[in-house]
């Protein structure tokens, strides 16, 4: 939902008040836009999904994982700063002095989207197609309900992975591989603490 009467700029939209009702803003094309608050699967897949690209980044020194909540500027004209459920910046789009605080300068070179119930296809895919104009090299969006990952390419080519399946980061997150029922299994697995 649009909340913005007017189109605003990147430092307008980075003064404004983090909303507390569990929602999310993002700016897009100038316009403010709300993103409603995610359900407890979505979070446990995505902190799962960053925790394992981190202990694999990490370990090979490839960049900067990124958790949810982090800004990237996509666009300065017209203005837009998406956010990400996970991201990835390989080392060589790190700048090598430190940057001032605020949104990343940039796009990921992988953004990864994690379908909520309310999230329309339409959007979500609108979304991934924003980030590869802006730079970004590989979207994944992951389908909780039906267990699926569909791949965005920067060459404009996109795959659907299932059940049985490994996602691999390609040339993106070089050595990068995570069976696709693991980045669900998280949810299952959930009962046993809930007791």
């Known amino acids: 939902m649009t909340i913005s009467t007017r189109v605003i700029t990147i430092a307008e939209y980075e003064a404004l008040p983090e909303p507390t009702d569990g929602t999310r803003l993002e700016l897009v094309n100038g316009e403010v836009i ?19 690209l981190d202990d694999h980044v990490i370990l090979r020194s490839l960049g900067l994982v990124f958790t949810d909540g982090a800004g990237f500027i996509l666009d300065q004209d017209p203005p837009t700063v998406r956010v990400p459920d996970v991201a990835f910046v390989s080392g060589d789009h790190v700048p090598a002095a430190d940057h001032e605080e605020g949104f990343w300068p940039g796009a990921p070179d992988l953004a990864v ?43 404009g080519s996109t795959t659907q992975f299932g059940d049985g399946d490994t996602l691999d980061g390609e040339d993106v997150v070089p050595g990068f591989t995570v069976p696709v029922s ?14």
Do not use: M
């Not at 998280?186 to 603490?193: C, K, P, V």
């Open 182 to 195: 693991a980045l669900f299994a998280i949810t299952r697995h959930t009962g046993d603490a809930t007791r």
């Open 113 to 155: 989207e994690i379908v909520s119930a309310n999230d329309r296809a339409t959007e979500v895919r609108a979304k991934a197609s924003h980030y590869l104009a802006a730079g970004t090299r590989l979207v994944w969006v992951l389908w909780p309900r039906d267990q699926t990952v569909t791949v965005y390419r920067a060459d």
């Open 34 to 52: 709300e993103v409603t608050g995610a359900a407890w699967q979505h979070n446990l897949i995505a902190k799962h999904l960053t925790r394992l």
